[in-house]
């Protein structure tokens, strides 16, 4: 349905598609320019050549259309987080779960992981149906300080390996 590829400098403006409107409202708050695109693009470039490797991002492919980001980040040495965006035109076709899913199973073989966690606002209830749906429990809240001095209790999610 989707599939996930490096990303590449060229995929800036594709990129400031998918960080606009409502799929930041929850995430980063603010829509990304050419030049903060780039910059991100580059910053994966560059961690995607560290070794040990510690981040994984890819794009999200939909027949040939760059429609979303996904990342896996190394956290502890068998530890490692998920977070993913999608362009909002392109929601609630089950995009966002066919692209957790392959990244669980890459975190568990290439990756070398044993648990896998994330988070989202708990006002994305979207983004907690992707991770029961990618095989994730809710497993209780974290608290986000916000940029007024407030916390927010995000809904922690995780996942373990169960083959190991
Ligand atoms: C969260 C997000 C990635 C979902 O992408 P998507 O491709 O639409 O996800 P899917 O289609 O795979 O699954 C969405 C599920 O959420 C459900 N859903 C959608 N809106 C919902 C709502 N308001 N309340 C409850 N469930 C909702 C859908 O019904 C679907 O579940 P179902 O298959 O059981 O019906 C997308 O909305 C997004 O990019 N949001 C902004 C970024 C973000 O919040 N990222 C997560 C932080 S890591």
Known sequence: MVTLRPLALDDAPDLTRIYSGASVRHTTGKPLTLDQAQEKIRAALARAAETPRAQWSWGILHEGDLIGLIALRRRTPVMGTISYILR?????????????????????????????????????????????????????????????????????????????
């Open 88 to 164: 909002e035109d392109t929601w609630g076709n089950g995009y966002a779960t066919h692209a957790a899913q392959q990244v669980t199973a890459l975190a568990f073989t290439t990756a070398g992981l044993t648990r896998l966690e994330a988070m989202h606002h708990p006002d994305n209830p979207a983004s907690g149906r992707v991770l029961a749906k990618a095989g994730f429990t809710r497993v209780g809240t974290s608290d986000r300080y916000t940029e007024d001095g407030s916390t927010v209790p995000y809904e922690l999610y995780a996942l373990e390996n169960d083959s190991m």
